[in-house]
C-alpha cells in the first residue's frame, strides 16, 4: 500500500518539507532506501548520510536538517515517528478467518466477535477470547483462561489453565506462560513438589518475546502490568511482579518473589536473584548480576569488562586474592596509627 508524504506526515502530526503528494511504498534506511521509500535519522552522527541517501524522503526533527534533503517530514522525534508509521506498513497477515475445522472449541469457552482460532490450535473448558483475538496454528488455551480484547498470540503459544492476558498484547511463537513455577521442599530421599497454586496476571499492551516463559505463583498469582516488553528467551519465575513500562532484553532470568518497579529497563543476559526489590526508573546494563535490591532509581552495573584473554587471566588472579590483600592493608593501616 502507498502513502502520500502528507498522508504520512498527518499521521504522525509532522509538517512536510516538499512534494506532499510524494508517494512512499515502504521504509528503509538511510544507506539502502530507494526513491519510493521513507527513512528517518535519529542520531545526529549519521547526518552526513543525508548527502548520499536515495531515500524519497526522510523524518527529521528539525529545518536545519529537512533542507539537505530535497522531501522530509520534520517531526519533534524521528525514531518515535518511525515507530509509528511501520504500524501503516506492516506485512504479517492471518492466513484465515472465524475458527479453522481442525481447531479444537470447548462447547463452554465464550468466543467474542471477529475471533480467529487458527488450524490444530485447542481452546479448553471455560476459555474466555473476547473480540478480535487472534489465536495462531498450534496454540494451547488452559481451561478457565481468558484473553482481552485485540490480542494476539502467534503460532504454537501455550497458557496454562486460569491465566489472564490483557487487552492489545502480542505474544510471539513458543512463548509458555503458566507453568509450575521452580518450587521443590528436600526430604531425604529426595525432593517434594510443591504443587503451584496461583496463576499469571499479565496488563493491557504487553508484548511478550518468542519462547519466553512466565512461571505461575506458587499461592499468590505472577504479575506483569500494563505496557511491559519483553524480549524473546527470558525466563520469570514464580510470583516476580513487574511494573508499568519496564523493558527486559532477551536472556535475562529474574528469580522468585522479586518485585521491580516501574519504567525499568533491564538489558540482555541480566540475571536477578529471588526476593528482591528495585524501584522504579532502575536501569540494569548487560550481563550484570543483581544480587542484592536497588532502592535507588540510576544506572547499575556488574562483573568484568572484556579484554584480552591473557589480561582477563592476570586480572582474574588478581581479584582472587583481594580478600588477601584487604587484610594486608588492614595490618599496615593499624602498624601505622600506632607509629603515629
Not at 147 to 174: D, E, F, M, R
Not at 183 to 197: C, S
Not at 236 to 261: F, K, L, R, W
Not at 318 to 329: F, G, Q, S
Amino acid at each position: 500500500m502507498s502513502y502520500t508524504l502528507g498522508q504520512l506526515s498527518e499521521y504522525v502530526d509532522g509538517n512536510v518539507k516538499g512534494d506532499e503528494s510524494k508517494l512512499i511504498d515502504r521504509l528503509g534506511t538511510l544507506d539502502s532506501a530507494k526513491p519510493n521509500e521513507l527513512s528517518f535519522i535519529a542520531n545526529p552522527k549519521y547526518l552526513s548520510a543525508l548527502d548520499s541517501t536515495a531515500a524519497g524522503a526522510v523524518l527529521v526533527k528539525d529545518q536545519f536538517q529537512a533542507e539537505q534533503i530535497k522531501n522530509a517530514i520534520i517531526v519533534p522525534d524521528p525514531y518515535l515517528a518511525f515507530a509509528q508509521l511501520s504500524a501503516l506498513f506492516d506485512t504479517a497477515v492471518s492466513s484465515w478467518s472465524n475458527i479453522h475445522t481442525s481447531a479444537t472449541v470447548s462447547e463452554s469457552a465464550f468466543i467474542g466477535q471477529n475471533v480467529i482460532v487458527s488450524p490444530n490450535a485447542v481452546i479448553e473448558d471455560n476459555v474466555t477470547l473476547e473480540d478480535n483475538v487472534v489465536v495462531g496454528p498450534g496454540c494451547v488455551i488452559g481451561a478457565n483462561s481468558s484473553i482481552g480484547s485485540g490480542t494476539k498470540l502467534n503460532a504454537n503459544v501455550t497458557l496454562y489453565h486460569s491465566v489472564v492476558i490483557g487487552k492489545h498484547c502480542i505474544i510471539h511463537s513458543g512463548a509458555v506462560i503458566g507453568a509450575d513455577g521452580f518450587g521443590f521442599a528436600p526430604k531425604i530421599d529426595g525432593w517434594q513438589k510443591i504443587h503451584q497454586l496461583g496463576s499469571v496476571q499479565i496488563g493491557d499492551y504487553v508484548e511478550i518475546g518468542a519462547n519466553t516463559t512466565i512461571d505461575r505463583g506458587a499461592i499468590e498469582d505472577t504479575r506483569i502490568a500494563n505496557g511491559v516488553i519483553i524480549d524473546n528467551q527470558v525466563q520469570i519465575a514464580h510470583n516476580v511482579v513487574i511494573g508499568d513500562n519496564t523493558a527486559i532484553a532477551g536472556c535475562a532470568a529474574i528469580a522468585g518473589s522479586t518485585v521491580i518497579g516501574k519504567h525499568c529497563t533491564i538489558a540482555g543476559g541480566v540475571g536477578i536473584i529471588g526476593h528482591l526489590n528495585i524501584v522504579d526508573k532502575v536501569h540494569i546494563t548487560a550481563m550484570s548480576l543483581v544480587s542484592k535490591s536497588i532502592l535507588e532509581a540510576g544506572s547499575y552495573s556488574s562483573g568484568t569488562a572484556l579484554d584480552s584473554t591473557d589480561k582477563w587471566k592476570r586480572s582474574a588472579a588478581r581479584l582472587r586474592r583481594i580478600d588477601e590483600m584487604a587484610k594486608t592493608v588492614t595490618q599496615l593501616d593499624k602498624q601505622l596509627n600506632k607509629s603515629n
